[in-house]
């Protein structure tokens, strides 16, 4: 299996440009996550889906963040519009139930750099 | 989520054992300790969780104490891939949506 996928690796806009950040599961997985990293605040889980379907969106930021899972093996996070502070490197994970929820499987990350 | 201590930083000459040690004395009877690491500029990577008993995979030993209010996780033969921040995590039990908060862990520098 190719492990998670996300796309692009690195991201630099400008403040004010919408941004679509993309991710592919492991194929079987019915659990994805969106974290987000920065230096101040660590990892932050943003939101989780079960089965395409959203279960909790607490940690997404503000109305600007927004994410969708239209089926199994895609899933987007967009930011509309960016801003400075959401610079970070954003995270996709996913598992299944058979594994313990907390045995999540990592994509490599996108770099987000908003100017 | 109990709280977990952890050393800041560790040195491991390569090819020998790298042993991280964890404190998580709150730890509830129905939480399980959790082992991640993240390779510079890499998402992190899952290794190995307990409950009670020790446990064992291709990429390390998890050995946790009979009181559980520590643990260590072993990596047998560490290399210098295995240079990384290590974090434990205690995590788990009814109400548990999966929710991995990282606290500073332990950065662990293989050295050759």
């Known amino acids: ?115 | 989520d109990a709280k977990t201590t952890q050393p800041p930083s560790m040195d491991c000459a390569e090819g020998r054992a790298a042993n991280l040690p964890c404190n998580h004395s709150t730890i509830s009877g129905n939480e399980y300790v959790y082992w991640y690491r993240q390779i510079h500029s890499q998402g992190p990577q899952y290794i190995i969780h307990g409950l009670k008993n020790n446990e064992t995979n291709e990429m390390a030993s998890l050995i946790i104490t009979e009181d559980r209010k520590s643990s260590t996780l072993i990596l047998p033969h560490a290399t210098l891939r295995d240079t990384a921040v290590y974090y434990c995590i205690v995590i788990g039990g009814l109400g548990s949506q999966g929710n991995l908060i990282f606290g500073k862990g332990t950065k662990l520098s293989v050295k050759p």
Not at chain 1, 19 to 42: A, E, N
């Open chain 1, 1 to 115: 299996d190719a492990g998670v996928i996300q796309s692009p690796r690195h991201e630099v806009t400008e403040m004010g440009q919408e941004v679509t950040l993309r991710c592919k599961p492991i194929s079987g997985h019915d659990y994805l996550f969106w974290y987000r990293q920065t230096m101040m605040r660590g990892l932050e889980l943003l939101i989780y889906f079960n089965n395409n379907v959203p279960i909790d969106d607490s940690g997404m930021p503000e109305d600007r963040f927004s994410a969708k899972m239209p089926n199994a093996s895609f899933s987007t996070l967009k930011i509309q519009p960016s801003e400075p502070r959401d610079s970070a490197v954003y995270f996709c994970a996913s598992t299944q139930l058979a594994n313990h929820l907390e045995t999540q499987y990592f994509g490599p990350g996108t770099r987000l750099l908003v100017l």
